[in-house]
C-alpha cells in the first residue's frame, strides 16, 4: 500500500510537515516493500487551490492512505471521493508515524478544517 506523508526535506527521520496542500515534498512509502520515493509537491507555490491541487496528485500517484496533522475541506473531499484514508500524525518523526500506522496505532483524521480560500501564500 502506498502511504504518503508532507515533508520539508528528503528524509524519514524529519518531522511530518505540518502543512498538507504546501508542504514542498510528499514522501511515498511503500508498505509492502519497504521502499520510498520522495514526491516533489508542484501545487505548493500555487496562488490558490493548493490542498486540492497537491490531492489529486496523490490519488495520480496511486495512494491509499495519508498521515497529516490537519487537512482542508477542499483537499479532504479530493482524497476521500478516491477512498484514500486520513490519519492523524503525531509527534515524532516521519518513520515513526509509518511505525505506528502500521501497528495500527494511529487514529482517523476526523477534524477537517474550512481550508484557507483565496490567501495565495496561506498554508493549508
Do not use: W
Not at 10 to 25: A, E, I, N, Q, W
Not at 42 to 51: D, L, M
Not at 86 to 91: F, G, I, P, R, S
Amino acid at each position: 500500500m502506498k502511504l504518503i506523508v508532507p515533508v520539508e526535506s528528503k528524509s524519514l527521520d524529519v518531522p511530518v510537515c505540518p502543512s498538507f496542500g504546501r508542504s514542498p515534498l510528499y514522501v511515498s512509502f511503500d508498505t509492502e516493500t519497504g521502499s520510498c520515493e520522495f514526491l516533489d509537491n508542484s501545487a505548493a507555490t500555487s496562488q490558490g487551490g493548493a490542498g486540492i491541487k497537491a490531492s489529486q496528485m496523490l490519488v495520480d500517484h496511486g495512494a491509499k492512505a495519508v498521515i497529516t496533522y490537519r487537512c482542508g475541506d477542499n483537499a479532504a473531499q479530493v482524497l476521500n471521493a478516491a477512498k484514500i484514508e486520513l490519519y492523524k500524525a503525531q509527534n515524532g518523526s516521519v518513520s515513526e508515524n509509518i511505525e505506528k500506522f502500521k501497528r495500527g496505532k494511529l487514529l482517523r483524521l476526523s477534524e477537517i478544517h474550512p481550508g484557507f480560500h483565496n490567501h495565495g501564500g496561506a498554508k493549508e
